[in-house]
C-alpha cells in the first residue's frame, strides 16, 4: 500500500496535497500497489469527502482534538500510529512548510529512510528510483531508499500539477481510525504558521503569478508589474535578483532557492529563464513569456511567448484587461 499524508488547516485542503496524490497514483502505476489517503486533523467530514473524490483505495480520518492546531509532537504520535496499523510500503507527504517539520521526527520515530524534495518517479528494474535537487538544483540524483520499509517520500511542491490527480468514477469510502494521543507528550504551544506571518505570502497557493526578472529593469518599474498582477487577480513575485537587490521581499522569490510554485497562469516579465528560476516554476499550468531576447530559455519552457518590450506589452495587456 501506497499511504499519501494529506495536509489541511482549518478544514481546508493544502492544494499541494493533490499534487502528492498525483505522485504516488504515479508510484502506484508500476508497483501495482493501492492507494490509501490518510488526513489527520479535527473535524474532518468536508476535506475527507473532498478527498474522496480521488482515485483512490480509501480515506482514513485521523481526527483528534489534540490535532486540531498543528505540532510536530502531535502529528508524529498520531501518525505512527496509524501508520503501525496500516503497515504502508510507501509513505507520501507533500514538502510543505509543515511537512518538513514533522516528517524527519516522524522517519526518526519509525527508523525509516526518508527522501525529500522528490521532483519526479523513475523505474529501474522493477523499483522506484526518486529524482531531486542536488546543490540548489544545479544538479539532479536517482536516489532509492535502502533498508526496511515503509520508506517515506516527499513530493517538492510544483513537481506535479493538482489536475493530475486521477479522479474516481465514485467516491472512495471514508473511514475514521482512533488514534490516541498524549496531549501532555505534546511539548510544542501553536502559534501563527510561517506563511500567515505579517506581509508574508504562501505563493504555492497562487493560482495565478506575474513573476517579475532583470528586465523590470529598476525597482520603480515594479508598480507596472503589480498593476498587472492587480489586473488577473495574481500574485507578485520574482527571480533571485530582484529579491537578491532587495526590490521584493525575499518571500516572494520562486526558484531553487526560493519557493516551488504550480500555479494555472505564471506569466514571466523579463526573466532570461536560468535553470534555478524553472525548476520552481516549470510544474505550471500555463506559461507566459515576455522577453525582448528571442534566444530567452525561458521561451523554451513557455506555452505562450511574446518577444518584446514588456514596457509596450505590459501596458496593452493591462489596458485589455480593463477594457
Not at 37 to 44: E, F, Q, T
Not at 81 to 95: D, F, G, M, Q
Not at 129 to 151: E, I, N, Y
Request: proline share 6%; net charge neutral.
Amino acid at each position: 500500500m501506497i499511504l499519501v499524508i494529506a495536509e489541511q488547516r482549518d478544514g481546508r485542503l493544502n492544494r499541494a496535497s493533490w499534487e502528492a496524490i498525483a505522485g504516488a497514483q504515479q508510484i502506484a502505476a508500476a508497483s501495482h500497489l493501492p492507494v490509501v489517503v490518510a488526513i489527520p486533523g479535527d473535524a474532518l467530514f468536508d476535506v475527507a469527502n473532498e478527498l474522496a473524490t480521488a482515485a483512490v483505495a480509501e480515506v482514513v480520518t485521523l481526527a483528534s482534538p489534540a490535532l486540531a492546531a498543528y505540532t510536530a509532537d502531535g502529528y508524529t504520535a498520531a501518525l505512527h500510529a496509524a501508520i503501525t496499523e496500516l503497515a504502508p510500503s510507501i509513505i507520501v507527504l507533500p514538502h510543505t512548510y509543515q511537512t518538513r517539520d514533522f516528517a524527519p521526527k516522524l522517519a526518526a520515530r519509525l527508523d525509516r529512510a526518508i527522501i525529500t524534495d522528490v521532483t519526479a518517479v523513475k523505474a529501474d528494474r522493477g523499483r522506484a528510483l526518486f529524482v531531486r535537487p542536488m546543490f540548489q538544483g544545479k544538479l539532479t540524483a536517482d536516489v532509492a531508499p535502502q533498508g526496511p520499509t515503509p520508506h517515506l517520500i516527499t513530493f517538492q511542491v510544483g513537481a506535479y500539477r493538482p489536475d493530475a490527480a486521477a479522479r474516481g468514477v465514485a467516491a472512495a469510502p471514508v473511514r475514521a481510525l482512533a488514534v490516541a494521543v498524549d496531549t501532555t507528550a505534546i511539548r510544542q504551544k501553536p502559534e501563527a504558521p510561517f506563511q500567515e506571518a505579517r506581509q508574508a505570502v504562501d505563493l504555492s497557493q497562487a493560482e495565478r503569478i506575474v513573476s517579475v526578472g532583470r528586465g523590470i529593469k529598476a525597482q520603480a518599474n515594479i508598480a507596472l508589474a503589480k498593476e498587472l498582477a492587480d489586473a488577473l487577480g495574481a500574485e507578485l513575485a520574482a527571480s533571485r535578483p530582484i529579491c537578491d537587490a532587495g526590490w521584493l521581499p525575499m518571500e516572494r522569490q520562486v526558484g531553487s532557492s526560493g519557493q516551488t510554485v504550480a500555479p494555472k497562469l505564471y506569466l514571466a516579465l523579463g526573466i532570461s529563464g536560468a535553470i534555478q528560476h524553472l525548476v520552481g516554476m516549470k510544474g505550471s499550468s500555463t506559461i507566459v513569456a515576455i522577453n525582448k531576447d528571442p534566444d530567452a530559455p525561458i521561451f523554451e519552457v513557455a506555452d505562450y511567448g511574446i518577444v518584446g518590450d514588456l514596457f509596450e506589452v505590459v501596458p496593452a495587456l493591462i489596458a485589455a484587461l480593463k477594457s
